[in-house]
């Protein structure tokens, strides 16, 4: 059943002209360096829009453009979570709404009821002071992000976030830009 439903979920998902796309199971960090999220993280702070700049390549995002994440909080520990995905020409291709239960500082496991394959982490790995660009990841290495408040992020942001993955065990050179 679990295969089904992977294979109806990879047939709405449809690359971009030389898009690269990476497997559901594909890793993108060397798992045997160590990971951690922030220490110092804060849930309230880090609610609200985020735009996803940079990512590694995974089936359910392929061919999606001025990606959005919206974070909000439902109760004490546990906070929605909203992923559109939109076509080259600006319109919506796709929503994903879930929740996310706090389980560490920068750790949550999120659900997508949508989704059958349980919860995945999704941890928090650095934002800066101001809570303007966060670089995202999980322990099993399958995915990453770089977070920013506005559509377009500094060089500067960008280059520390690029540093954050790599120290973390990330390989940058399957990182892609995302066009917001």
Not at 43 to 60: C, D
Not at 95 to 103: L, W
Not at 124 to 142: F, H, K, Q, S
Not at 154 to 165: M, N
């Amino acid at each position: 059943m679990k295969r089904l439903w992977a294979v109806l979920l990879l047939a709405g998902c449809a690359a971009a002209p030389g898009e690269e796309v990476g497997g559901l199971f594909e890793v993108y960090r060397n798992r045997d360096v160590p990971i951690a999220s922030q220490a110092n993280f804060e849930a309230a702070r880090y609610l609200g829009t985020w735009y996803e700049v940079a990512r590694f390549p995974v089936p359910f995002e392929a061919g999606c453009v001025g990606v959005t994440a919206e974070y909000a909080l439902i109760s004490e520990g546990v906070i929605s979570v909203k992923n559109t995905c939109r076509n080259l020409d600006g319109t919506v291709r796709s929503v994903i709404e879930g929740r996310g239960e706090i389980v560490g500082r920068g750790r949550f496991e999120i659900t997508f009821p949508s989704v059958p394959f349980g919860a995945a982490d999704y941890w928090v790995l650095w934002v800066d002071e101001g809570y303007r660009t966060a670089v995202v990841g999980a322990p099993n290495g399958r995915s990453g992000w770089i977070l920013n408040r506005e559509p377009t992020i500094p060089a500067d942001r960008l280059a520390a976030a690029r540093e954050i993955l790599d120290f973390n065990g990330y390989d940058l050179s399957r990182l892609m830009e995302v066009m917001q």
